[in-house]
């Protein structure tokens, strides 16, 4: 059964820019789950959607914004880019609602994205 | 509000020997996973912890589980450069709705 795909993989941006990035889930799989990876601050949770509604929402800006669409895709963009916002950004699903019982992630390969 | 700290943030082995992490929370979790990430690649599910006081043996890999649900640890023993990446600990508090990471810790090895 096929993983998590993100696209793009790579992207290179300039500051004011803004940025969608795409996450399909496994099949079968409701959750979606967002995070940012730098090196110094590790994984960072930006977002959680299950069928197609946002449960929770990390620490980050308003200009970070996402979506869930019927068939458990989902995006996030970024707007207005800075130049810390320079990461990988790594899409997660699971079976099951992130909380007490949320059970194994499972990682997209990540969009590595530059802000110049 | 939730907070995870894991220790150390970096360890250097020689090959064959052991290596440990801990990971620690300010809050009683409900349940642990750790992952492992290697080198340009992405996390990747270890196990998941839930009983307190639980040991799990995965070859040479050992994961425990705290009495008091506040900490855990993964111990690897006679390292192997494929063992080379970073592992993280990730824990969902009671009543929380997401899963936080902890830092990270990187281990590289000398062959």
């Known amino acids: 059964k096929a993983g998590v795909t993100q696209t793009p993989r790579y992207l290179i941006k300039t500051r004011g820019q803004q940025v969608t990035l795409s996450c399909s889930p496994i099949?079968?799989?409701?959750?979606v789950s967002w995070y940012q990876q730098t090196p110094g601050q590790g994984l960072q949770f930006l977002f959680e959607?299950?069928?197609?509604?946002?449960?929770n929402k990390g620490n980050f800006p308003g200009r970070f914004s996402g979506r869930q669409f019927s068939n458990s895709r989902s995006e996030m963009n970024v707007s207005t880019l800075e130049l810390g916002d320079s990461a990988l950004y790594l899409c997660?699903?699971?079976?099951?609602?992130?909380?007490?019982?949320?059970?194994?992630?499972?990682f997209g390969e990540g969009s590595r994205l530059t802000v110049l | 509000g939730q907070q995870v700290m894991q220790i150390p943030q970096y360890q250097h082995v020689q090959e064959g020997e052991d290596f440990t992490t801990y990971c620690n929370s300010s809050?009683?979790?409900?349940?642990i996973q750790w992952y492992k990430q290697r080198p340009g690649g992405h996390p990747v599910f270890l196990i998941q912890l839930v009983k307190s006081g639980e040991v799990k043996k995965q070859k040479r890999l050992t994961f425990q589980f705290g009495e008091a649900k506040k900490n855990s640890s993964l111990h690897i023993t006679a390292t192997q450069t494929t063992d080379v990446g970073t592992y993280f600990c990730?824990?969902?508090?009671?009543?929380?709705?997401?899963?936080?990471f902890g830092q990270g810790t990187r281990l590289t090895i000398n062959p």
């Open positions: 959607y299950f069928s197609e509604t946002q449960r």
């Open positions: 990730a824990d969902t508090s009671q009543g929380a709705q997401k899963l936080v």
């Open positions: 809050t009683t979790l409900s349940n």
């Open positions: 997660a699903s699971s079976l099951f609602p992130a909380g007490e019982n949320t059970g194994e992630l499972f």
């Open positions: 099949s079968g799989h409701r959750s």
